[in-house]
């Protein structure tokens, strides 16, 4: 198997990192204010269109713990693992809609600012440093390990040689503030979806030709080869194709049958998508109708990642379990060799003909930027205006808050640098995340939701959510050692609002919380384009659950 690139592979990753940092060079010029400005610098203020706002969100959110982790998933469990992407289109319209508003109608720029407008500063500082540990020790860590090993494999590099430059593009990207990063991930987006689909392309193509399928020269040849590699893939994995899963499947304790629906999931997508820093952020800076628009569009991106990062790892498993990739889907662990999944989409990528394993690596190396310099840019952003400003130096100006800002985007990805190689004896790196990320996220979503929508919600009840949502969790995890991580989340959330309601109806002030959000109906009206484009999500999705339930 080849694992090296070749001139033509250069020559198109070069073309593809010039167009990026020329890119991103121009647009930093265009408006030097965010050498100076922290919510231009942290937010891109009224500057990211619509596009902008969609692209950057899936940039930021696709990355090698998708290309690489979710392939690894597909090959393991199928296409189940696509209810993460299709139940966050559902998401983002719910955040869209109930969310946005809500946030901008109360001038929110970061999370724990919300917290502190809402409850007070002594739970938002608690969350602050939260958030900055899940996010430099978990999120990018993870990122950037499988990036560079996803690199590594592919190019043949070291391991070390890659993951020092990934860090480096992606802080050279960060550097320049919200509205690069925001831009430039229009472009980091097209490279992601025109190289990701050549992956799948080869893929289906690869199981057809290997089975005996029609795989010719031309055009018409080659395109009825991936049709009929789509519908082998069908035939030889069935069992790779049902959404929901019930108990008896090995996979059950990943994917626990319809809590992907109607329960945790719904936990895992509505903190992520909408009380999250990292991607909130792209949105906090518009005005609604450019907001929800932007995240419209990314639903309907959303909708397409599977055929990007799932069906290659099923395309994998198929001719794995048909006799290809038999040592190259192996590792030693331990001395005992152990089929690795998430080898799955790395060996596909080596297997592209050049030039156009240029187009994929480029796509791949966007995927882990984007990623990288999203992820630097909220720890940046949290660190300087919610830790720095308010307890180390109040009366900061603004070029001295984007300097720090800018120390702290160099510091945390040198950190995850030295973190990064401890997560090698990972067998499915997509589900440590998920996993890892739950144990706050019920406590999160709880805070969250009872401060929009309960006026009586008290600083005290919100302290107590912080507080017990890493324990519970954990409590849990030991006590019922079998239940889904993904219930276990869900009986967290269920047990933090019954607590929080006990603790805010025990305070007789909270009848007339001063600090309860005023909302009303005509908050959450939608424009006429939006209701249909969110209509026809909704429509997309039903057809999906029901072909493959």
């Known amino acids: 198997m080849n694992h090296q690139l070749v ?24 408006k030097r204010k965010a050498s100076t ?40 469990m199928g296409l189940a693992i696509s209810t993460y992407e299709w139940m966050a289109a559902a998401t983002l319209l719910v955040v869209a809609i109930f969310f946005l508003p809500i946030y901008l109608k109360n001038k929110i720029y970061t999370m724990p600012q919300f917290l502190s407008q809402r409850y007070n500063g002594t739970v938002a500082t608690i969350m602050a440093v939260f958030w900055l540990l899940l996010y430099v020790f978990v999120n990018l860590t993870s990122i950037l390990y499988l990036g560079a090993l996803a690199v590594s494999t592919i190019s043949g590099f070291s391991f070390t040689a890659c993951m020092i430059g990934l860090a480096v593009f992606a802080i050279i990207i960060t550097l320049g503030g919200m509205k690069v990063i925001g831009f430039t991930d229009v472009i980091q987006v097209f490279f992601l979806i025109l190289g990701g689909l050549a992956t799948t392309y080869l893929a289906l193509n690869l199981v057809s030709h290997h089975f005996g399928g029609a795989v010719g020269e031309t055009a018409t040849n080659t ?39 109607i329960g945790g999931m719904w936990i895992v997508n509505l903190n992520y998508w909408g009380c999250n820093q990292y991607i909130t952020q792209r949105a906090l800076g518009a005005d609604l ?50 089929v690795k999944p998430d080898r799955a989409y790395p060996i596909l990528l080596n297997l592209l003909p050049a030039g156009l394993k240029g187009l994929s ?34 009366d900061a100006g603004e070029a001295e808050q984007v300097n720090v800002g800018r120390i702290a985007i160099v510091v945390s990805c040198i950190i995850a640098a030295v973190v990064a190689p401890a997560l090698g004896n990972l067998d499915q790196a997509f589900q440590f995340i998920q996993e890892y990320t739950g144990f706050i996220s019920p406590g999160v979503f709880a805070i969250f939701i009872m401060g929009f929508f309960w006026k009586r919600t008290t600083s005290a009840a919100a302290l107590v959510g912080a507080a017990l949502a890493i324990p519970l969790s954990v409590a849990l995890m030991f006590i019922f050692p079998d239940l889904p991580f993904i ?35 005509g908050m959450f ?10 209509i026809i999500i909704c429509g997309i999705l039903t057809a999906l659950y029901t072909i493959f339930w």
């Open 7 to 30: 001139l033509s592979d250069y020559i198109v990753f070069a073309i593809y990192f010039v167009i990026v940092a020329g890119y991103g060079y121009y647009i930093y010029n265009k």
């Open 37 to 76: 400005d922290t919510k231009d610098f942290f937010l891109a203020e009224g500057s990211l269109t619509w596009w902008a706002i969609g692209a950057s969100l899936i940039a930021s959110n696709i990355s090698a713990e998708q290309f690489i982790g979710m392939s690894g998933s597909g090959f393991k």
């Open 223 to 261: 395109l009825n080869g991936m049709w009929d590699g789509l519908g082998l893939l069908r035939q030889k994995a069935p069992e790779h194709f049902h959404m929901i899963f019930d108990k008896s499947n090995e996979n059950y304790k990943d994917l626990p049958g319809l809590a992907v629906l």
């Open 289 to 338: 109708k450019t907001a929800r628009n932007g995240l419209l569009f990314a639903g309907f991106l959303k909708l397409l990642m599977p055929i990007i990062v799932v069906l290659p790892g099923i395309a994998t498993y198929v001719l794995w379990k048909n006799g290809m990739f038999q040592e190259d889907m192996q590792a030693v662990v331990d001395g005992v060799k152990q």
């Open 361 to 394: 690596f480029a796509a791949l190396t966007a995927a882990i930027v984007a990623s990288l310099a999203g992820k630097a840019n909220s720890i940046a952003t949290i660190f300087t205006l919610d830790i720095y400003k308010k307890h180390f130096k109040k």
């Open 487 to 521: 219930n276990r989340m869900g009986w967290v959330f269920v047990i933090i609002v019954a607590l929080m309601v006990i603790v805010s109806l025990m305070d007789p002030k909270s009848k007339d919380n001063p600090k309860a959000l005023e909302i009303d109906a």
């Open 525 to 534: 009206k939608l424009a006429p384009g939006f209701a249909v484009g969110a």
